[in-house]
């Protein structure tokens, strides 16, 4: 075979799947959970992504998600979300805590679902659920896309963004947005409002999560030159 044709083999479906065969994908196989939520940028209230999250526990303390823009196989990786229980949010140097958002309000408002497969009924996902939603309700994220794919949907363009949660009614995403979100994911966001305040206990956010609620103020990543450190 040559040159050229062996780099054309790269992309065919024969030479992908020789490579699954071959290596291993152990960080990946981990993921165990499938959430389906909205982001919304840090500066910019007006944008919501939904965000696929591909989470992993490293320890009952301590999430790790890939966020995907869908959950179909061409889907973009769009970033990634770390999430702490509150005992690591409160430990948090105070400088840090401008970065995390508080889970509250998209779990108790039914924003944040379980993304089961299609044909799982209704009645075992509001079971299967309780006991991730009791333990979100108080955990707190810091959440970071890479690609701004509702400007740019071919390339990741531009610096990272910081991305933030709903703390209220009223800060989107837009009813059509929502109801596109729902309709896909044959989800009901109402009926999940309801029946989680059956069983979710009341709990206050603790001080430092959702400063920009404060301040007014929203932190942005901005590419700044500086001297190269040499060896």
Known sequence: MDTESKRASYHTASYQAAGSAMMSFTPIGSIHQHLCAFHVYSNDRSRHVRAHHFCVCRSKDFHQCIIYDSDKADARLIGIEYIVSEKIFVGLPEDEKKYWH??????????????????????????????????????????????????????????????MAYTQDGQGPPPDVLKERDEHCGMDTPRKKSLRAEYLPTYETVKGSDEWEHTGKAVSFEPVEREIQKQ
């Open 102 to 163: 508080s889970h509250k309000y998209e779990v108790e408002s039914g924003l944040l679902q379980l993304r089961v497969k299609d044909l799982v009924p209704n009645a075992a996902v509001d079971v299967a659920e309780q006991p991730a939603m009791l333990e979100l309700q108080q955990t707190y994220g810091k959440t970071i896309h890479t690609w701004a794919s509702d400007i740019h949907p071919d390339l990741p363009l531009g610096p990272p963004n910081l991305m």
